[in-house]
């Protein structure tokens, strides 16, 4: 169980009443996660919610629909790749999910500006620790410690909207396949990984651009085109096997700062199409600084989420974490690959209660960050809220002051809620509104 320690309080709204928020970032001196502590700073945005959330560990929870997923995939995996009747690829899944910095951004290229690294979109523990975003995030160690072939999985977590399918948690498969010259020739030894003009025992002397569409410039075409093909072919048949033979499908070719070429496979499903993850060619600088400097590379990653939803039919995000029985009793006892259609066991009225405040006067309606008030609104009212949307923007035309209104879907995935406790919830998250941002309720 994750443990929170706070000291050296000037507020604490933690203790001072049964909800679990915090008004101030910086208002303690240090947190510990995980029985290590850590000096916090202007940075630390994660909340004793989100932290509530570690070493759950939902994709090993026997029976959970996320476990099946990535059970399957494990499987799909273990059986496609074999050497010398052992499994190739090596499954990594109790990674620890506080990473530095480096290990986030860093280490896999993007840029000092890129707007992943902002606090809007990441929590922080200090400046350089954070909760990872992506199981990316291993790649590098795991590339150090001389693994060629892995599977990375775990928990991600994002500061993001609140809805029916947006979660701060989640959970993520990212792999890695990398093959030397030998392995990936194996039947035309006379092809080279390598441009001539690269020296792959130098490899920092050599400027790798990505400006060609086709293919890295230190990589020759031939290379690049049979990782790609053999990357794309495993690929489909990973989603071929979750969602049958038949599954239609395409690329749309897309960017991410740690592969070039980079692509999304889309499915077409239940009349929909659906992005189910993203791959490409690993930046060959990554595999440089990691030590392996004589391969080629392909890695993806994908939501074990949003596959389970569409497989199972499950409408909301939060259900993942029910422990109720009459959610996880329709995926006890099944075969992995059997098609389990979600059953709602019930379908529990919505609460929905409006808020709009005043901005103070060093805010706008275009820089006051929505992020920040979905997690102050999550923190109060817990697993309660569904949904919250921006609804309305105002500017007075005399006073010129600033108003936002948002609405805030309540609903309880096993009870009804009474618009009496409802209307507790929300007369909280108007308090802590006014303690965090200095607004005004209207």
């Known amino acids: 169980m994750t443990k929170i320690f706070f000291r050296n309080f000037r507020v604490s709204c933690l203790q001072l009443n049964k909800y679990n928020y915090t008004t101030a970032p910086n208002a303690i001196a240090s947190i510990k996660v995980n029985d290590k502590e850590y000096v916090t700073d202007d940075y630390t945005n994660v909340t004793p919610k989100i932290l509530s959330y570690l070493n759950r560990n939902l994709h090993l929870k026997k029976d959970n629909p996320l476990s099946i997923v990535r059970q399957q995939i494990v499987n799909y995996f273990y059986s496609s790749f074999t050497h010398r009747g052992n499994p190739t690829f090596s499954v990594y899944e109790n990674l620890s999910p506080v990473v530095t910095t480096k290990q986030n951004f860093d280490d896999l290229l993007i840029p000092e500006d890129h707007p992943s690294r902002t606090k809007s979109d990441c929590y922080y523990i200090n400046r350089k620790t954070l909760l990872r975003a992506h199981m990316t995030a291993h790649q590098s160690e795991l590339l150090r410690s001389g ?11 994002r500061r ?47 400027t790798n651009s990505i400006k060609d569409p086709n293919k890295q410039s230190c990589h020759t075409l031939e290379a690049t085109k049979l990782m790609e093909a053999q990357l794309k072919n495993h690929l489909i048949g990973l989603v071929q096997t979750l969602f049958g033979d038949n599954i239609k499908h395409r690329w749309v070719e897309a960017y991410f700062p740690f592969t070039h070429p980079s692509w999304e496979l889309e499915i077409f499903y239940d009349n ?16 440089a600084n990691a030590g392996p400097n004589n391969t080629i590379a392909y890695a993806f990653g994908l939501g074990l989420e949003r596959i389970a939803m569409a497989l199972y039919k499950i409408p909301d995000i939060r259900l993942m ?16 690959n059997e098609r389990i259609t979600y059953k709602p066991v019930s379908s529990y009225p919505q609460c929905v209660n409006d808020i709009s405040f005043w901005l ?27 949904q919250v949307k921006l609804k309305d923007k105002f500017v007075h035309p005399k006073s010129k002051k600033h108003s936002l209104c948002y609405s805030i879907i309540y609903r309880h995935l096993e009870r009804t809620l009474k618009q009496a406790e409802v209307n507790e919830v929300h007369k909280e998250i108007e308090k802590a509104a006014v303690k965090t941002f200095n607004v005004i309720i209207r």
């Open 272 to 287: 929909n199409w659906l992005e189910v993850l993203g791959c490409g060619i690993v930046r060959n600088e990554i595999l």
């Open 360 to 386: 103070p006067p060093n805010l706008t309606i275009d820089t006051f960050t929505s992020n920040d008030f979905y997690d102050l609104v999550r923190d109060v009212g817990g697993d309660i809220i569904e």
């Open 147 to 157: 693994l060629d072939n892995f599977l990375m999985i775990g928990d991600v977590y």
């Open 321 to 336: 974490w029910s422990e109720d029985s009459g959610f996880l009793s329709q995926f006890q006892g099944k075969a992995l």
């Open 160 to 206: 993001d909207e609140i809805d029916s399918t947006h979660f701060p948690v989640f959970h993520q498969i990212d792999a890695v396949r990398s093959q030397r010259k030998e392995q990936l020739f194996r039947d035309f030894p006379d092809l080279e990984l390598f441009e001539p003009a690269f020296d792959p025992q130098n490899p920092h002397i050599f």
